[in-house]
Structures are given as structure tokens and as C-alpha cells.
């Protein structure tokens, strides 16, 4: 009863904090910055500032899609931050631009995760099949069950890794984006809020992760006992 009372908890949560995202977001899409630079603008000059010339900026479709893609060294922002000259563009280029410094600084945390893409890409295309089969053959093979788990073990330590690796990335845009001067004392607290609530979302996914683990763990210890 308790675990089902945490996902409902958990699923209130992220519709919250999504909703408050994307209203936070459109709220500081319409604050420009005073010196008129763009989400692209900033994310140059921001490479540029930490001696990063092989990193890309392109434009990707949809909202709220940005992201840093490792494997082929380019920041991806959405077409509402690419060329926007808005508070929220600047911040979330910003955030965006600092896993590239970290990929160039080779920070720990984000190696970890990228170790570990290919191996929870792979499993998360039969995680859930193993499990599903794993329930229905718990009391003819249970082993079975604990190794769906142990697969899915291997998303919610993705989803934990991932946390610093953000923390870490919106830490270093934010105070860059003082240094340089792009942000000051009339908006620096609207690009500070747009990346807390962007980071709470990575902190409700590692808890639902979290969660739905110990469910199957709770599963398997109980058709054991039977």
C-alpha cells in the first residue's frame, strides 16, 4: 500500500513540477536580455570563453529539447532557445554549453554516464519483457525476475549519476553567465529559478526510477516467500 501511495505521490510531483517548468519557462521567454544575444550567441561565447573551438551549436525541433550530445560534440537547442534573446534561452544555452565544458574537462560524473548509455539503451529494449516474464514464472524461475531487475537497477543508477552531472552543469552556467556579464542583479534570479525547476525534473525521474525498483524488488521477495 505505501509503495502505491509513493507513485501517486511521485506522479503528482512531476505533473507539478512539469507544469511549473513550462510556465516558468514561458514566463522568461518574454524577458530579453539587454544585450540582445541569442540562446546560440551565448553558448558561443561561452565555448569560447573556456578555449572550446570542436564543440557545434545546431537548432533541433520542438521545445524544451535541448541537450549536449557527447558523441558527436554538439549543443542541440530547441527552436525557442536557439534564437531567442530571452532570459530563459540564455540560461538553458547556458546549461547546455556546461556539459560541454565538462566533456572537455572530462568530469567525472558525466563519463560515468556516458559509460553507461549504451548499456541502458540495450537493456531498456527488453527490461520490461524480462520483467513481465519474470512475474508471470516467479514461482518456476525466479532467477529470472532478478536479473529484469538487475536490468532495471541499471536505469534508476542512470537516472542518480544524471543528477550531478546536471546540478554541476546549471552551477557552471549560472555563474559564467554572471562573469561574462550577461546576466546582472535585475535578471540573474530568473535564470536561476528556470534551471531549478528544469532540475527538478531530473530529481522526480530518479525517485520514480527509485521507486518502481523496489516495487520489483518487493515482487520478487514476495513470490519467494510463497
Request: hydrophobic letters at 50%; a positive charge.
Amino acid at each position: 500500500m505505501l509503495i502505491w501511495v509513493l507513485f501517486i505521490a511521485i506522479a503528482l510531483a512531476s505533473y507539478a513540477v512539469s507544469a511549473t517548468l513550462q510556465q516558468r519557462f514561458k514566463k522568461y521567454s518574454k524577458i530579453p536580455l539587454r544585450n540582445g544575444m541569442t540562446g546560440r550567441d551565448v553558448a558561443e561565447k561561452m565555448l569560447r570563453d573556456h578555449n572550446i573551438y570542436d564543440v557545434q551549436i545546431i537548432s533541433t525541433r520542438g521545445k524544451l529539447t535541448d541537450h549536449y550530445n557527447p558523441l558527436n560534440k554538439t549543443i542541440n537547442l530547441s527552436e525557442g532557445v536557439y534564437a531567442s534573446n530571452s532570459v530563459a534561452a540564455a540560461a538553458i544555452a547556458a546549461h547546455e554549453t556546461g556539459h560541454a565544458v565538462q566533456h572537455a574537462i572530462q568530469y567525472a560524473p558525466l563519463k560515468m554516464r556516458s559509460a553507461l548509455v549504451p548499456v541502458v539503451t540495450l537493456t531498456s529494449q527488453w527490461v520490461t519483457w524480462v520483467l513481465l516474464a519474470g512475474i508471470i514464472l516467479i514461482q518456476t524461475f525466479p532467477l529470472l525476475i532478478w536479473i529484469g531487475i538487475a536490468m532495471f537497477a541499471m536505469t534508476t543508477l542512470f537516472s542518480f549519476i544524471t543528477l550531478p552531472v546536471e546540478i554541476n552543469a546549471s552551477q557552471r552556467a549560472l555563474a559564467w553567465l554572471s562573469r561574462a556579464g550577461i546576466t546582472d542583479v535585475t535578471n540573474e534570479a530568473q535564470a536561476r529559478d528556470a534551471l531549478k525547476w528544469a532540475a527538478y525534473t531530473y530529481v522526480i525521474a530518479a525517485l520514480g526510477s527509485l521507486a518502481t525498483l523496489i516495487y520489483y524488488i518487493l515482487i520478487a521477495l514476495g513470490g519467494n516467500r510463497r
